[in-house]
């Protein structure tokens, strides 16, 4: 961690109604880091994400590259921060090339044809991601590890220097689950990557940090072993984990509910 | 991103050269049968009868056919795109029903004298209000079942508004031509209607063709959609004032002609590779063709009473709808949205 953060946020609040769905959020995401956001559901994680892209008002600051967010035009906004969300929707039967090539949406005048760096980028991302292999075929034959991979290969082919992925794994198998975390964690080597993951195992296992959200609060942004200590996921998630070592980390494996 | 690909140029050359042929027919059909020589001659010179048929009902005949299906296709298009479903058609969502409801209101009552402005703009402010109340009663995340539904009580409301226009009618005349306005058509429509729609037409085709690039992304949901830099509140009253300029204006000068919205985008769709953006330009030319080959039906057709070129689109364009329900059940069962 060296530098100025990528993206920054102090004392993020977040307000629907009279509730407080973020409160005083701080964040830092460095260039080089995979940091995988946890948190029972209804937290807040997805809010957070959501206001961090700049999708929903927020009270408090986010810096971006050094910059309020704010000050940014929606498109230049959306070359420097790439959202990815749940669920990998796609409304209409076209290619996985057709939607890949809308990560380029912010870079071009959406009336002229695509530059040469816009094809560039759309082949890379599909090439990095396997899914050159049926670029050509419509989106909705897909199945839904493949589909999970368009979508990625969609916020990669932005080449934002950040890239928020909300459950970027949810729905998926063991495989797909793998794959598209070290997708992330390759990507994270050019940017910083922030992953809304509801896996411990596999949070603990791909991310070089830890932010631990309950009640709308952050309560741990640390490295996994000490965010995911058995004491906290404990008092946050109400479980008994079993430790364990697998490939030199410390990870969590969900054994029961605690009552 | 515009791909310039073979398939879609073929595609628009076909589609040009189709609505351009079905003009030139439409020139020629009528009580005095024209062959395709005299229709030209008529168009650019003489004072004979040729000339003044062609010139004087034909033409504006034909270029309202081509304008309103081009606005109608264009305008299903659009809300296709916005709302992400390929069955959004203006007639389901109650716009041309409230247009109907408030240009009846000024025609039965003779407001501000029946070939002003006011027919038009009345049928603007109504189809305005109903795309403006679906999009803002179905909300963001419109789910298909809300959206349709909402769009099912907007048209019972702007039915149940008309039905009161004609029954308190002032005079049986005004319930009548009242009635068979709403049934559209483009019969005896003069130059008038042409000059008086035109300007709407332009400005909802502007407004559309502006907010097209946005439904490609849109395919994403309208999260990812905005985190590229969609300007999502802008798209959508582009689409709503777009729509409600276009159908508005059709059914003041048309009266009430339903699903060319529907079915002209559903035609050319698969030529575009489901492309909601691509898909609006083929779409108003083959509503244009639609509109054109309907309104030439119901001249040739031999029946005592001219048909009504709105009976027509909703007797071919009711049984596509439940066709394309019918295929895409189980899509649509499936679909979160």
Redesign the interface.
């Known amino acids: 961690m060296s530098g100025e953060p990528l993206l920054q946020a102090r004392a993020l609040t977040v307000r629907l109604g009279d509730r407080a769905v973020v409160e005083q959020a701080d964040l830092d995401l460095h260039a080089g880091e995979l940091i995988a956001l946890v948190g029972p559901n209804g937290a807040g994680k997805t809010t957070l994400m959501r206001a961090l892209a700049g999708l929903i008002p927020a009270q408090g600051a986010i810096t971006v590259n050094g910059r309020p967010a704010s000050a940014l035009a929606a498109r230049e906004r959306a070359r420097a921060i790439a959202y990815l969300p749940q669920g990998h929707a796609f409304h209409w039967p076209m290619t996985a090339e057709a939607i890949v090539a809308l990560g380029r949406y912010p870079h071009a005048d959406p009336f002229s044809p695509p530059s040469p760096a816009d094809r560039d980028a759309v082949a890379q991302a599909l090439r990095s991601t396997a899914t050159d292999a049926f670029a050509r075929r419509p989106v909705t034959t897909l199945s839904g590890g493949e589909r999970a991979r368009v979508a990625l290969a969609r916020a990669l082919a932005t080449q934002a220097p950040i890239i928020l992925a909300d459950e970027p794994t949810a729905a998926l198998d063991a495989r797909h689950q793998l794959i598209v975390l070290q997708l992330l964690r390759d990507a994270a080597r050019s940017g910083a990557v922030l992953a809304i993951i509801h896996d411990l195992t596999l949070a603990a296992r791909f991310a070089d940090r830890v932010i631990v959200m309950a009640d709308g609060r952050i309560v741990a942004d640390a490295p996994p072993d000490q965010a995911l200590a058995p004491e906290r996921l404990a008092k946050v998630f109400g479980i008994d984990v079993m430790m364990i070592d697998l490939d030199g980390r410390h990870v969590p494996v969900p054994r029961r509910p605690i009552d | 991103?515009?791909?310039?690909d073979p398939a879609g140029r073929t595609l628009l050359a076909g589609l040009v050269i189709l609505v351009a042929a079905l003009a030139v027919l439409s020139l020629m059909v009528g009580p005095a049968r024209l062959s395709p020589q005299e229709a030209f001659a008529g168009l650019f010179d003489g004072d004979g009868p040729a000339g003044i048929i062609v010139r004087e009902i034909r033409l504006p005949r034909t270029l309202l056919a081509l304008m309103i299906g081009a606005t109608l296709g264009l305008s299903g298009a659009a809300l296709q795109g916005l709302l992400?479903?390929p069955l959004a058609e203006p007639a389901l969502f109650g716009a041309p029903q409230a247009a109907a409801a408030a240009a009846s209101f000024v025609i039965a009552f003779r407001l501000f004298g029946a070939t002003s402005l006011a027919v038009p703009l009345a049928g603007i402010a109504g189809a305005l209000v109903s795309i403006g109340g679906l999009v803002t009663i179905a909300g963001r995340r419109a789910s298909l079942t809300v959206t349709l539904l909402a769009g099912l009580a907007l048209a019972s409301f702007a039915g149940a508004a008309t039905a009161l226009i004609l029954n308190l009618a002032p005079n049986p005349y005004a319930a009548l031509e009242i009635a068979f306005w709403l049934l559209g058509s483009l019969e005896d429509r003069s130059r008038d209607h042409l000059l008086i729609a035109t300007p709407f037409f332009i400005a909802s085709w502007i407004m559309l063709g502006l907010a097209a690039?946005?439904f490609?992304?849109?395919?994403?949901?309208e999260?990812?959609a905005?985190?590229?830099?969609?300007?999502i509140e802008r798209t959508r009253l582009l689409v709503v004032v777009g729509v409600a300029l276009g159908v508005g204006a059709a059914v003041a000068v048309a009266g009430a002609i339903g699903f060319v919205g529907l079915v002209a985008p559903h035609l050319v769709r698969r030529a575009v590779?489901?492309?909601?953006?691509r898909v609006c330009l083929p779409a108003a030319l083959a509503g244009a063709a639609l509109l054109l080959a309907a309104d030439i039906a119901v001249r040739i057709v031999p029946a005592a009473v001219e048909l009504k070129v709105g009976v027509v689109t909703a007797l071919i364009g009711v049984p596509f709808f439940i066709a394309m329900i019918f295929s895409e059940r189980r899509?649509l069962d499936g679909a979160?949205?």
């Open positions: 991103m515009t791909r310039a992400r479903n690039p946005a490609r992304a849109l395919t994403l949901g999260d990812a905005e985190s590229l830099g969609v300007a590779g489901s492309d909601p953006a899509l979160p949205s």
